[in-house]
């Protein structure tokens, strides 16, 4: 009898192992409006991320990874439904709520046999969230500093400390108690570096000894681009000093900031430590014009990247809890932006713009004995194709309405048809004032149609105007492209069952 059972305890054993080896575990950390400029994998000019670069070099680095709507919420729904907002209902942040009664990929892996987790910020509405064996989520945008988080079954609970180290803890946790003998897939969502860029106390100052160079369309007129003349978002205007830079004129006025009022007395003191130095230097300089917008510019900079040195030292910490815990072999990590973000370019931080600075996302992804060490993808990739990629990799059945394409056999070197073009729909049209757009990306051209704030046209040749600054689509040279393009619009418009767009794309522009 003893023999029999541990005979039977073995092969359940063995069982698991086989199973665990054709299910992988999934970590996919999701960041806030990380650039891809600001990560040294992409050759950044401004830092060096370490926890980052080593997962593109042990895995993949995708250097043509897009998103289908450049904003928090739209870009997460479509990760999770594998659709376009237009289908999954999230088109904007300031209306919609996500319907969690919808076909979404961590269902299918719970079906699938997996435990699957969101921790951090997820943002996407007032609804309870579904998908998730457990879920310890930020309220809407989140806090840096003490932040709140809300717990399955709704329980609100206050953390005390910085928020990047407050996730990455949670999620250690709950893989340190999670059941071992199932797979895994939990999805890391991180506040950093969002506005407005609160660094942890021990990054204050870390780029303190550096000048960062201007971007080369800093100083962008917009002449030929009316959507972008009536934005509001600019480094010189929209960023204000005291809010997005935390240098107030007084300290009362300081003290009506929430997110500073919620700080304890300690983090308090080390933090106006910091800062009342910044304000001194500033006062003393007695900056205006141009001088200003530029020490607006090295400061914005510098808060960014301090808040991306911690998203980095955490990524990097998750990575060695799986290697301490076997766990790196069999799990698949991706790590990857919510969307792009100007820093600085065309004078501007945010995102939405269908310009590759926001349109476009960092994406590395490590899936150990499938994608060979130092790998780069050139293709056209969406946040669309995570759902599928992820369902297939976990043996489960991809169901047709998803629209993304899964990029799995492109890993393993299997038939694989990449998409030549690409479809994008933004649709908010209040903070930043960005006119709500559609349009295409098909290799050397970019058609982009704006609507609702601004009526117009853009075309791109991005091999001749890689910064996108001229608009050529009024130039009669380009004519046979624009047609041409329109065609390949339509097309995907029709593809992805966009009728909004369609309507709009049968009226004409009054130029
Ligand atoms: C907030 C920010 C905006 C930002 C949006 C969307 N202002 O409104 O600057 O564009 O979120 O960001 S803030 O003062 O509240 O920081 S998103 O990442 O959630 O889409
Ligand atoms: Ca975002």
Known sequence: MKYFIAICLLL??????????????????????????????????FMQTPGIDRLAKEGAQFTNAYV????????????????????????????????????????????????????????????????????????????????????????????????????????????????????????????????????????????????????????????????????????AQTMQLGYDLKVFPSREEENKMGAVKRMSPAQRTAWDAYYDQVKKEFDEKKLTGKALTEWKYQRYIKDYLSTAKSLDRNIAELLHYLDTHDLTKNTIVIYMSDQGFFMGEHGWFDKRWMYEESFRTPMVMRYPGVIKPGTKINGYIMNLDIAPTLLQAGNAAVPDAMQGISFLPLLKGKAYTPRKAMYYHYYENTVHHVSPQFGIKAGRYKLIRYYERVNAWELFDLEKDPQELKNVYADKNYAKVVTNLKNQLLQLIEQYKDKEAKKLFLTPVAD
């Open 12 to 45: 359940l054993q063995q069982l698991a192992v086989a199973q665990s080896a054709k299910q992988p575990n999934i970590v996919v950390i999701i960041s806030d409006d990380h650039a891809y400029q600001a990560i040294s994998a992409y050759g950044s000019r």
């Open 68 to 235: 289908t709507n450049s904003l928090c919420g739209p870009s997460r729904a479509t990760f999770l439904s594998g659709k376009y907002s237009h289908i999954n209902g999230f088109e904007d942040n300031d209306h919609s709520t996500f319907d969690f009664n919808q076909d979404i990929f961590v269902k299918r892996l719970q079906t699938a046999g997996y435990q699957t987790a969101w921790i951090g910020k997820m943002h996407l509405g007032e609804n309870t969230p579904q998908g998730f064996t457990y879920y310890n989520i930020l309220p809407g945008q989140g806090e840096y500093y003490n932040p709140d988080f809300i717990s399955t079954g709704g329980k609100k609970t206050r953390h005390e400390g910085y928020v990047t180290n407050i996730i990455t803890q949670l999620s250690e946790d709950w893989l340190g108690q999670r059941d071992a003998s199932k797979p895994f897939c939990l999805v890391v969502g991180h506040k950093a570096t969002h506005r407005t860029w609160m660094p942890d106390l021990q990054d204050l100052g870390a780029f303190d000894k550096q000048t960062f160079p201007l971007p080369a369309t800093f100083y962008d007129d917009y002449a030929t681009r009316k959507a972008a003349k009536v934005q509001d978002m600019t480094v």
